[in-house]
């Protein structure tokens, strides 16, 4: 393997989490847009997403710790 092909595999592998990303966003502003009429379910979904997202986080750092 040269060093254009390392090259080129990072920017494939960068150019796709950034698609994959952008396609996570957007399927979870669907049901973030529809309950936004309904404050309780906007709150909860926001909760819920960012509760996830935090226990995500964790997860990846303690794993990557080691612990």
Do not use: E
């Amino acid at each position: 393997t040269s060093i254009w092909q390392g090259l080129l595999y990072v920017a494939l592998f960068g150019l796709g989490s950034i698609a994959g990303m952008a396609l996570f966003s957007a399927a979870i502003t669907i049901p973030m847009r529809s309950a936004k009429a309904i404050t309780r379910a906007h709150n909860g979904l926001q909760l819920a997403i960012g509760g996830g997202t935090a226990a995500l986080g964790l997860f990846t750092v303690v794993s990557s710790a080691g612990f």
